[in-house]
């Protein structure tokens, strides 16, 4: 079901507290014993090197035994660690992913409770879950971008991606956008006993600001701002050029050039003035 009517979705609020509170965030355990195994085995030479340093006995005797120098790299080795145990999850998630997506197919519509496409979309959200917090969680730049492109977010060039949350599938984020901190960007709503599937567009240049929340069927067009504290309607469209503010958004202004704001400056700072000349006449 594609080119979903929002005649069909009739909602009184935006709510997505609660979602998915299943026996599915087991998913997330079976995550941390993947990748806990990985790096283990990837590691137990080293470990059984510094093992027999420290106590003249081997817990592996077919592993060869080491340097006493071994004992400097452990540091690194730890650090290193931490790198392969997320990029392991990161990975093996990514494989669980595109086989849910050949099992069930992500589609828009309004689906209710207990159907294919609740179900699948329920799992591929835990799937994707703990992945994207670790892209975020370890120092290396960008790692959220692949991440989410990895999962099937369309994002473009040069985009920014502070803290926040973004739905794993049917988002497309144009070139040169900024999200900022604390947002949320939803392609799915929970509403009672249904979910509502609606793909959401951000254009090229876009601002997405600081707590905001974007609902699913979003379009934003090129150079729309989405103002601080605000959230969009299901299906709501932004003009280009415009700062979009409200709870739901219902007001826009324009975007001002760099010398109009210098412009409205010179002006706020010179009006006091000229009160203050008027009272002194």
Partial sequence: ?????????????????????????????????????????????????????????RFLSFILIGQWWEWFLLPLNLYGNLFLFSFSIILFSGGINKLLNKLSPPKEGVFNRGSKEWKYTHRRFWNAYFPIWLARAIPIPWSDIF???????????????????????????????????NICIFSHLIY?????????????????????????????????????????WIGQELESDLIHVGTPVSMNFPVQSLEESQEKVERIIKEPSKNLEGDAN
């Fill in 192 to 232: 009672q006993d249904r979910i509502i599937i609606k793909k959401v567009r951000i254009g090229k240049a876009c601002v997405v600001g600081p707590q905001t929340i974007i609902s699913p069927g979003t379009i934003m067009q090129d150079g729309a701002v989405l103002g601080a504290n605000s959230y969009t």
């Fill in 147 to 181: 991440v989410y492109r990895l999962y099937g977010v369309s994002i473009g060039k040069n985009v920014v991606a502070y803290e926040g949350y973004i739905d794993p599938e049917f988002i497309e984020i144009g070139d040169f956008t900024m999200t900022s901190l």
């Fill in 1 to 57: 079901m594609s080119g979903v009517d929002n005649s069909e979705i009739k909602v009184e609020y935006i709510s997505t507290s609660g979602v998915y509170k299943t026996p599915f965030s087991l998913i997330i355990l079976l995550q941390l014993f993947i990748g806990s195994m990985i790096s283990i085995l990837i590691n137990i030479w080293f470990y059984n090197d510094l093992y027999y340093l420290l106590t003249g006995e």
